[in-house]
Structures are given as C-alpha cells and as structure tokens.
C-alpha cells in the first residue's frame, strides 16, 4: 500500500474481491443514521448486523381448572336383606349421593365406574425480551480513484476495515482475515415442557353408603352392607396437582453476515 500515490491522508487499499461487499468501516448502529455522520464513509453497505444475542430461557407455569365430570358407582338389586339372590343381572349406575333401589328390592353397592375425572391444564409460557449486545452498520464511500496500482483504490484514513458477504463462509485469502460473524434476525425457538394436571388419588373415593329410609342418610354406612334404597356417600372434592413444566429450546440468531476485517 502506498499512501504518495493518493494524496495526504490518504492510502492504496485492496478493493473487495468478488462477491463481496466493502471495504467500509463498521460503525455502532444504535444511532438513527449510523454513516451520515461521516464526511468519508458515509454510505450504508447492506443491512445492520447484530451481535451478542441474549434471550434469557422461557419463564414457565402450570395451573389446573376445577375437576370436570360426574363420579358415577355400580350396584345391584337383590330380593333378600342378605344380598345373596340377585334380582336382575343388570349392573345399574348413579351418580354421588343419588338414592337407588326401591322398597321392595334391596341395593348392594358394586364399585366406582364410568370415566375418571380430570381437570383442564392451563400453561403459563413467558419469553422475556431479546437482545444484541451490539448493532453494527458497514459504512463506505470513502474510496477514489488515485493511481494505485493492481485495481487497488485510495481510501482516506487509516482505521482498520472488512468486507461483508450473506452467509457464513470463510474469509478470502488477503487482508482482510479477520472473521466476524454477524446475524440479521432471530429464530424464536424457546418453550416450556407440557403442562399436566393429575387428579387426585382418592378422587370418587366413597366414603361409606348412607341409606336413604333412615333419619340419618348422611351417616356413612358400611360399603358392604344392603339397603333397599341407598347412595354413595363420596370423598369431597379435591384439587388436581400441576405439573412443573421447565424451559426448553433457545433463540439464535439468524440471517448471518460474514464480516472479514483486516487484523
């Protein structure tokens, strides 16, 4: 590089091999206009590149809505107080606290049927805010043409300066060898694992069978006993248990620029 043939303050410098873009010199982007405040380099090559990704991992909850269903219960009707001689060979179903039988046929409780209960999960999934650590523009425009020779060009000044190609590929041969890889976007990638909800263990669980022709229907009887009318007293409700969901996956940046400067 020979700085009497361009002039004070000026310099040969290797013009971009093909396929790239520059020389410039990267500047802080944060600004509105990043390059216009340069007398020199001055024009806007491409667009701003980002560095130092930061997306800190998604913040995760699970709650449970209220158990949904019907807890239902088997028994059968007998012709004797003992409950040795059944009446029909059908398996009846009710729900909790519903009186079944007559006064006639005696009623034997069987056991919890029909479909377990469940609540409805509802996840919580927050992704806390994305940032770089820095925003950069390459700026040009502050080449001319002096008499350089082997298609170099004057550049005034002597700040170090890159080249930029889309992509992430390798630095060509010369002196610009430095790699510095820079991102236009990002691809969000950050959840959380399911949100689960698990009902609880005695859940349908009968508390013992009241009869319905006594004075006290709410006392809970004996599961094995016959009643000519009677009804599952059941547990009270529960609350089903969430699940802990944690976080998965991540944020990367995307679009990459290829920045090659010199050392």
Known sequence: MQADLCGENARCHSAAPTGWE???????????APCGGDATFNQAIGSRLNDGLSAPAAKCDCSCGPLEGTCTYTYQLYDNAECVRLRYGNVFTKGPNACGGDSVHYTKYGGVGGTPRSCSPKPTTTLP???????????GGAFFQGTCRGGELCVT????????????VACPAGPFSV??????????GRAC??????????DCTPLGIGD??????????????????????????GACTPSVPTPTGVAT?????TLCCEP
Request: aromatic share 4%; charged share 20%; hydrophobic share 30%.
């Open 212 to 237: 319905c022709r006594s004075e006290t229907p709410n006392v809970p009887l004996s599961l094995t006993g016959c009643y000519l009318s009677s009804k599952v007293i059941p547990v009270p409700d």
């Open 179 to 188: 790699k510095r890889l820079r991102f236009g976007g990002i691809a969000e």
């Open 193 to 202: 694992t399911e949100c689960t909800c698990t009902r609880p263990a005695n």
């Open 129 to 139: 805010p994305t940032t770089w650590a820095a925003t950069e523009q390459l700026c």
């Open 22 to 32: 520059g020389p410039g010199l990267v500047k802080n982007a944060d600004e509105t």
């Open 157 to 168: 000044g002597a700040a170090k300066l890159c080249i930029a190609r889309k992509g992430d």
């Open 253 to 257: 940046g995307v679009d990459p620029t």
